[in-house]
């Protein structure tokens, strides 16, 4: 009898242990997290890490913040349009716009988030910008730079891509030459069309193209797929196509914001020889 209760004992122990563990691996709703992440934001790494915040409706880590973080140089942390709009980019050294809606993503930070990333960058911070966070800086008026026709539902396609010898300064020599990439649906860059903004300098072109849903032909191949420029004392780098999708390229992010953190001032010591 005696064996018995004990066995039921240890069975229920570890039903509620299981129980408990299954909660707290659970996604915590935006709302609730926001307090959270405000207060771990605020604290600065004991491993001396940039910070990089990434905008993220679910608020989940996914495959950019594990490439990222596999680096070893970058702690990441998801934030919502809410978050940016309550200020939490302070306590962040990046902010990071991957895939979506551009629009939709100004829409979720409303006028005073945007205009609260805009002084973060500009404050001397970094931008990378991912496919709908390449649209993000023409739309809100930070790159300078346009769409070449305003159809851009261009389709999804694997795509060549040859880096310009400034892309050769950030992403390594070893990508010399014409690399596959997957592309969605980014923008079809039309660069420096204000002479009174920052100039923009192409990492990148196209060199084959799709043009579904009846988006105009000829006009992707030898247009810009990555740029970067500088907005006040900081930096962007933003991509239109996505190199976090190949187990080649998406080392791409880390290194776009190693150079930046290195022209900004911002490498680690530990880091800066790497």
């Not at 996604?27 to 910070?51: D, N, W």
């Not at 200020?87 to 895939?99: H, K």
């Not at 999708?245 to 953190?261: E, G, H, I, N, Q």
Request: glycine share 10%; proline share 6%; hydrophobic share 40%.
């Amino acid at each position: 009898m005696r064996s018995r209760i004990f066995s039921f004992a240890i069975f229920s122990f570890i039903i509620f242990t299981a129980a408990a563990c299954l909660r707290a691996s659970e996604p915590v709703a935006p709302s609730e997290s926001s307090a959270a992440i405000q207060e771990a934001a605020a604290e600065t790494p004991a491993s001396g890490k940039l910070k990089v915040a990434i905008y993220s409706l679910s608020m989940q880590k996914k495959r950019i913040a594990r490439i990222l973080e596999e680096d070893g140089a970058f702690e990441c942390t998801p934030v919502s349009g809410e978050d940016i709009k309550n200020g939490i980019l302070e306590g962040f050294d990046f902010v990071l716009l991957p895939g979506g809606s551009g629009r939709g993503q100004a829409r979720s930070m409303q006028p005073e988030g945007v205009a609260n990333l805009k002084k973060f960058v500009h404050d001397g911070n970094g931008y990378l910008g991912i496919c709908a966070g390449a649209y993000f800086p023409m739309q809100q008026g930070f790159l300078n730079g346009n769409t070449k026709s305003p159809k851009w539902i261009r389709g999804e396609e694997q795509l060549d891509l040859e880096l310009t010898e400034e892309g050769l300064e950030v992403f390594g020599e070893e990508f010399r030459g014409i690399q596959k990439v997957r592309y969605a649906n980014g923008p079809v860059f039309d660069i420096n069309i204000d002479p009174n903004m920052p100039q923009v300098e192409v990492l990148a072109w196209f060199r084959s193209e799709t043009a579904k849903n009846g988006t105009p032909a000829g006009i992707q191949v030898n247009s810009p797929a990555m740029v970067r420029t500088t907005y006040g004392n900081g930096m962007l780098i933003t991509f239109s196509p996505h190199p976090e999708s190949s187990d080649t390229l998406c080392v791409f992010l880390p290194k776009a914001l190693r150079y930046m953190a290195k022209q900004l001032g911002k490498m680690p010591d530990n880091e800066e020889k790497k």
